[in-house]
């Protein structure tokens, strides 16, 4: 386990119910740092220390696979997933980036790539995404004739993913504040652009022109962070939606629309696709649990980022993601681990 | 093009659009043959004649793949797979029963498996069931951690299928009619069981019980049937729902409730999934155009088919359906086709 988040603690208590052999952690903030990883995702002592040292980690426990969870985007986590590789071990990030990185960081991908054909080890990013943005609707975009466009909405409680996440979402900010740190900041690539490049893989389309917007999201009435605890007054920033778009060579336009923001009582996650042309399409996938599908899917992946051939493998590349009934080294292809 | 009714026509145009060449067409009904295979489906000349002796057409045009549309299930269309495989042609068929007949007609199934592999051929069973209640669903389920049950509902109008369809669905009967008819007849299995079955094999899952019920749909006023220009009076049968229960030995029970009746105005195909577990899961697609989808996903099923392995193929084994964005046959493995 490469960091120690709130992901990372329930990621550990989802694997132990796997019967997956934890052998070791990661994590640099000196108040998890000595604590067994069991006791931190409180599921009881696992034996499994949390380490700072992560070189360390990597050679004395020669992991099958890391499960990783610090940043979003290659640039910051570039240095950590080489020292995973350099050891021999296949990693799944939930980075959002990696979801499909070559379409905003080709270079880095393409290291990795390259570094981890040399050994032998597959990087994936896999996470909320990779069921719901990707694999339920390429497969219902396979139900298609003829696609005009593709709209997808997808919204957030950034309450729920802690103080970093709750920072980095311009949360507290007048519009102006907003509108000046986003004039004057150099915005990393969206996360949307990455799932779309993902999305046009999946149905051969080949991307022609890209466009981003951002758009805050505003209290509409006093609004209270749970995480921060904290209570943003009406009209103060809660977050943005990122909407991309892009388009194809062949025509249909695909739009992404995500909004991460600090829900009010009775806001929920959502999901929605709605596609036309023929003929028209649609998915809505209710109240998501994104903060739990998150980890799911990062653990039930396990199998396939074992089983796939080296390199940086994209999960479009990979089978559907499947439930996993039994303990998940039976999914393992047998002779694949040395 | 196996079978000249109204999923044959629709088809006919799609894969027309794509650049299939349409080399034959069967169909028995005297006053389809003899007639142009692009005039029945409207899209004017294109030089196939719908001929009625299947052996001649197979025999002379040799295709490499058949669409099959006659019948639902595997005893009624042995012969007509049978005679297609001898010839050396795939066969993709919207038979509902071919979608995963190893649970229901596994003695068939297996006949057919051999001869196909006997013959370097595949068969398919692909349609409407295909992304919507085997493929999006089991990507759905691949982001449970945990299932306790799964519960699908779809309702498709049997007024949109042609006479044959409503004439299977006891539709014009009282409901002491519909109870005799039941009662007295040897109901051939549920498609909903063949779907679970095809469920089950997805996500891992062992079937243990099986257990169907039938139940009527009775009009609650006069409804009215355009294909067959009938008014059916308050109370009458107008078709049924099929609910399908399988137990596993693993735990989780799957539920499939099909109901096809004839429509009211305003009333839609719809496809809605509710998962019970951690987490709880929901999938809905809306206004489902299961008419459209049912062409569109036997048509866009074609190169996966040709490019499959020999043997009787269910597409829970075949890879993902996708959009073709391309003429079909630049899908086709390079080689494959002799």
Redesign the interface.
């Known amino acids: 386990m490469y960091g120690a988040g709130a992901m990372g603690a329930l990621a550990t208590r989802?694997m132990t119910?796997?019967d997956v052999e934890i052998v070791g952690a990661i994590a640099r903030n000196p108040s998890k740092v000595g604590r067994d990883l069991g006791e931190f995702a409180e599921i009881g002592y696992i034996g499994v220390p949390i380490e700072a040292d992560a070189e360390h980690v990597l050679a004395t426990q020669r992991p099958d696979v890391v499960l990783h969870a610090t940043q979003s985007f290659l640039p910051e986590i570039q240095e950590q997933l080489t020292l995973c590789v350099r050891h021999g071990a296949n990693v799944v990030t939930i980075s959002e980036e990696s979801l499909y990185p070559w379409s905003s960081s080709p270079a880095i991908a393409a290291e990795l790539d390259a570094l981890a054909k040399q050994h032998g080890a597959t990087i994936t990013g896999s996470g909320h995404q990779d069921?719901?943005w990707l694999?339920?609707v390429?497969?219902?975009?396979?139900?298609?004739?003829?696609?005009d466009s593709v709209y997808g909405k997808a919204t957030w409680n950034a309450d729920e993913y802690g103080a970093e996440i709750i920072q980095s979402k311009h949360v507290g900010e007048t519009l102006e504040q907003f509108q000046e740190s986003i004039n004057s900041e150099s915005r990393p690539p969206t996360f949307g652009g990455n799932l779309l490049a993902a999305l046009a893989q999946?149905?051969?389309?080949t991307p022609k022109e890209w466009k981003t917007e951002i758009s805050p999201v505003v209290a509409e009435e006093d609004r209270h962070s749970n995480s921060i605890g904290t209570t943003f007054s009406k009209g103060t920033v809660i977050g943005y939606s990122d909407i991309d778009v892009m388009r194809t060579v062949?025509g249909p336009t695909f739009t992404f629309e995500m909004s991460g923001y600090i829900f009010g009582s009775g806001e929920s996650d959502m999901n929605q696709w709605v596609i036309k042309g023929?003929?028209?399409?649609?998915?809505?996938?209710?109240?998501?649990?994104s903060y739990?599908?998150t980890?799911?899917?990062w653990?039930?992946r396990i199998p396939d980022v074992i089983n796939a051939p080296a390199g940086f493998v994209t999960p479009d590349q990979l089978p559907?993601?499947?439930?996993?009934?039994?303990p998940m080294h039976s999914y393992v292809t047998p002779g694949i681990l040395t």
């Open positions: 989802l119910e796997k069921s719901f694999h339920q390429s497969a219902l975009l396979g139900t298609a004739h003829r696609i999946a149905t051969g389309l062949e023929e003929p028209d399409l649609f998915l809505d996938n209710g109240v998501v649990p739990t599908t980890c799911t899917q653990v039930n559907p993601l499947r439930y996993r009934s039994m």
